[in-house]
């Protein structure tokens, strides 16, 4: 443009015309700091095109000015980004008003005009981008914190699952499988025909049993798996049969079971979460019973009052001499979750000749815990 004569004024000549090309050269370089040093390629091209204004002119230099306005915004500092477009536009508005003042022509608007689009044009659009770009990235950011949110999510609700199903499977058959075990032990080690057959009548008992629990649970699974009723689950009114069953199971043993449900009648329902785990509690107590405890009586106490459910089992502490089976400590681990994530007490532990056992629950629906 410059070999064809084609300058942006034609009216200078205190310079040479080949003196337009000095700025241009700068400006050109500087296109190479438009992304590593933003701010000083925009400060020295604002010399340089104040220098262009005193030769012929080059548009070229004019349009390379824009481009290093657009990066300064949007390459530089957060500060500098938000600083130039008021600045730029701070100074088209002077520039009119001053040449307007200082011509009182129509034509001193064609300057400011020109002015802004050199400078606040270039400006206005780069913190445009530059606002799209941090939005942008954001909602990225959002969108990946949401993921890995969900993910975490997803994981726990995995974790809960199976630490459910685990402690329901512990729960249902462990106490078949520990009777069957102890009378499978008695068995072996006592040589006598009517006690064998007395044995195997309680393995096969509890096998059954056993068997039956295990679809109830693989029932349950499917049913809930597919979106239809569940099973039934057990209540507290189950709990006669089941101390009935320990009875009879720890015979052997010199073990005997007794039931106190002190509940007072005509206080409404309970929270089918708390009644589940009220049971489960007593049932892994009276497995625990038949695996340790030694000869003497074990106590199931049921009481509710004031806004809670408590369970109490007090079984015979010591050295057992007959058959036991052996334990992993999985049951008081779930009987302490199950009573702690439904916001109640859990304790367990020997005093003098007794183990105690202690789980307090939540009796209302409002007060049982997510």
Excluded: C
């Amino acid at each position: 443009m410059w070999s064809l004569g084609v300058y942006s004024s034609s009216v200078r000549h205190l310079l040479p015309a080949w003196a337009a090309l000095v700025p241009l050269v700068v400006l050109s370089a500087l296109e190479l700091l438009r992304r590593s040093r933003p701010q000083t390629a925009l400060a020295v091209g604002t010399l340089g095109v104040i220098a262009n204004e005193f030769t012929v002119g080059s548009l070229v230099t004019i349009l390379i000015y824009t481009d290093l306005m657009y990066a300064a915004v949007v390459y530089g500092t957060p500060a500098a980004a938000r600083r130039l477009p008021i600045s730029t536009g701070l100074v088209t508005v002077a520039v009119t008003i001053g040449f307007l003042a200082w011509l009182r022509t129509p034509q001193a608007l064609l300057i400011g005009v020109v002015t802004g689009l050199v400078s606040f044009a270039p400006a206005l659009t780069g913190a445009t981008l530059r606002n799209h770009r941090e939005a942008a990235v954001a909602a990225r950011l959002r969108a990946e914190q949401t993921a890995l949110l969900a993910e975490m999510d997803r994981s726990q609700a995995v974790a809960a699952e199976r630490a459910r199903m685990a402690r329901e499977l512990h729960d249902m058959v462990a106490n078949h499988l520990s009777a069957i075990a102890i009378h499978s032990t008695a068995a072996l080690s006592i040589d006598q025909a009517d006690t064998s057959r007395e044995a195997l009548g309680v393995i096969r008992e509890n096998s059954v049993q056993g068997l039956a629990e295990m679809r109830r649970l693989i029932g349950l699974l499917r049913d809930a798996g597919a979106g239809r009723e569940a099973v039934a689950l057990p209540t507290l009114d189950g709990l006669d049969a089941l101390v009935a069953q320990a009875r009879t199971n720890g015979a052997a043993s010199g073990l005997d079971f007794v039931l106190h449900d002190v509940r007072a009648p005509g206080r409404g329902t309970l929270p089918t979460p708390v009644e589940l785990a009220a049971y489960r509690i007593v049932q892994e107590s009276l497995t625990n019973a038949l695996k340790h405890a030694v000869a003497g009586t074990v106590t199931v106490r049921v009481a509710r009052e004031e806004g809670r459910l408590t369970v109490a089992v007090d079984s015979p502490y010591g050295q057992r001499t007959g058959p036991r089976a052996p334990g992993s400590g999985a049951g008081l681990i779930g009987m302490r979750e199950r009573a702690e994530l439904l916001g109640g007490e859990f304790s367990a532990g020997p005093s003098g000749e007794m183990w105690h056992l202690r789980a307090t629950l939540p009796a209302e629906e409002k007060e049982v815990e997510a």
